[in-house]
């Protein structure tokens, strides 16, 4: 299995103040992927996205803070990036290289941008790709609602194409309480 990382993406204060499906339950989750990982010894890496002048997620801004309900400890590692990749111009794959990862256990906002993008790119560098039920989120549009898109990447998209899509329990089970 290698080394496994939990990789949590633009879990940042205005996406959150916007209130993204499911909201609660995806904080909730992801608190407990990250004091499992913390009791274990999981290395955590988090990702923030930089929106540039003006946007919600403007750097330095409150925007674009981490929220503050799975803020990173001291020694936890931040990327910042400017594209829905996690990986591209950010280091991160260089670093995850350096450190021998083989696993990510992917996490954060938004489903249909920077989620998917990062989970396919993170395949096709290959590393395999754990993404626990409801630990992802996004917003309704004027097609589809949050909780259609998040479903339908779960289940048709990312589930045994390019990741294992497991529940919270058996992503801790399986992965970092092993």
């Known amino acids: 299995m290698g080394k496994i990382v939990v990789l949590i993406v633009d879990v940042q ?3 959150v103040e916007g209130h993204p499906f499911n909201e609660a339950m995806i904080i909730k989750n992801i608190n407990r992927l990250l004091g499992a990982a913390r009791q274990n010894k999981i290395e955590i890496i988090y990702v923030r996205h930089d929106g540039g002048l003006g946007d919600e ?10 929220y503050h309900a799975i803020a990173p400890m001291p020694n936890e590692r931040i990327f910042d990036k400017k594209f829905n990749s996690a990986f591209r111009e950010t280091g991160l794959q260089e670093y995850l290289d350096r450190k021998g990862t083989k696993t990510i256990i992917l996490a954060g906002m938004q489903t249909e941008y920077c989620i998917d993008t990062t989970c396919k790119v993170a395949f096709e560098f290959g590393y395999n790709i754990v993404i626990p039920e409801d630990t992802t989120t996004t917003f309704d549009n004027n097609s589809l609602t949050g909780k259609t898109l998040a479903k339908y990447y779960e289940q048709k998209i990312w589930r045994e194409r390019f990741a294992k899509v497991l529940t919270v329990d058996d992503t801790i089970n399986e992965y970092i309480s092993r």
């Open 57 to 66: 997620l403007e750097r330095d801004t409150k925007g674009w803070e981490i």
């Open 13 to 15: 204060c205005a996406l």
